[in-house]
């Protein structure tokens, strides 16, 4: 997408979270993915922060995930399409120290006494480039150099490495100094590779590849929907305490009102159920009586109708990923 809109995958899991009784079993691994993922896309934040300042001829895709029809999807944290190459650049949020080993080609984090091992970013990021000259070559497109990068969130974080590895020192770099490296990297090359209309033609082509994720969050957990907490819940107390007055909410607990309550209540359903909703299923997640209610909800947040028929035949359908983006509240810690 050229647009960075929150991730999919954190929306869900903060939906999970907000639905999900503190004694619950899995509520522990639940939070602690979301934490994780919540500084990814912190991570990701900054690195949308630095790229803007490159060239106009520079056009960043985030988060876009292809198929290549021969493989499974793959996702980009930000590709940069430019006339002389394309950058593939993930997104790593680490703190302490992080140590590129060569030798075992193993990634840890140090922090204090603490040493953690994670996934490689240089593997992931050569497996992403494998795929991608994979994708043009499919489309019988030219394919041009591609360079993979790999940005350290925050300026604090120490990189170290096992060897005076080039590779290492030419594929990472803190967020800041990104901008910077490509337009050397873009330097390097004599001429430009992709006028102006194949630069278009393959960000077109791009962007109309790129899917979402399917996410069922409750089986990915293996967690019963009987298990999640149902109602509006208290923007302030957090209890799913809100009754329904005089076409507002307020919270029989804490007092708090609020005339919106209800609306991340039906965003909510749908990243945790699928991608419509009944008037019936909306109630009951609500736990509102009144189909009138619910139906007044809807059309104020201006989600959009489908299905046949006048009444039972209508569902409403789970508006776009901008929408969400816009206003979905994460979930936070009481
Ligand atoms: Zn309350």
Redesign the pocket.
């Known amino acids: 997408m050229n647009q960075q809109f929150i991730p999919m995958r954190l929306l869900t899991v903060s939906a999970l979270l907000r639905h999900l009784p503190e004694e619950h079993p899995k509520f522990s691994i639940v939070e602690s993915d979301f934490i994780k993922r919540q500084a990814g896309w912190r991570g990701e934040q900054k690195l949308s922060y630095y790229l803007d300042a490159l060239p106009q001829q520079f056009h960043c895709l985030y988060n876009l995930r292809l198929s290549a029809h021969i493989q499974t999807p793959f996702e980009i944290d930000a590709l940069i399409i430019s006339p002389f190459a394309l950058y593939i650049v993930e997104s790593k949020n680490y703190f302490g120290t992080i140590y590129f080993d060569s030798v075992f080609n193993q990634f840890i984090r140090l922090k204090g006494e603490h040493q953690e091992g994670f996934p490689n970013p240089l593997v992931q990021a050569t497996r992403h480039k494998d795929r991608l000259a994979a994708w043009l070559s499919f489309r019988h497109l030219v394919c041009p150099p591609i360079q993979c990068l790999i940005s350290i969130a925050n300026t604090e974080t120490l990189i170290k490495a096992s060897s005076k590895d080039n590779e290492i020192g030419r594929m990472v770099c803190h967020a800041e100094q990104l901008v910077a490296k490509i337009i050397k990297n873009a330097q390097s090359y004599t001429q430009q590779l992709l006028d102006a209309t194949q630069l278009y033609k393959l960000e077109k082509l791009l962007l109309s590849d790129h899917t979402e994720p399917e996410t069922d969050v409750l089986a990915q957990y293996s967690i019963s929907a009987a298990d999640l907490l149902y109602g509006v819940q ?6 799913f ?2 009754k329904r007055i005089a076409r507002s909410w307020k ?6 009102a609020d005339p919106a309550a209800a609306n991340q209540m039906m965003l909510d359903y749908f990243l945790l159920f699928g991608k419509t909703m009944t008037n019936s299923q909306c109630r009951n997640f609500l736990k509102v009586p009144s189909r009138h209610v619910v139906a007044r909800i809807r059309k104020q947040m201006g989600l959009e109708i489908g299905g046949s028929g006048c009444g039972i035949g209508l569902h409403y359908l789970m508006p776009n990923h901008q929408y969400f983006h816009q206003n979905y509240q994460l979930w936070r810690k009481q």
Do not use: A, K
């Not at 919270?251 to 708090?256: A, D, I, V």
């Open positions: 208290c923007s302030r107390c957090r209890c305490t809100m919270c029989n607990r804490c007092g708090h």
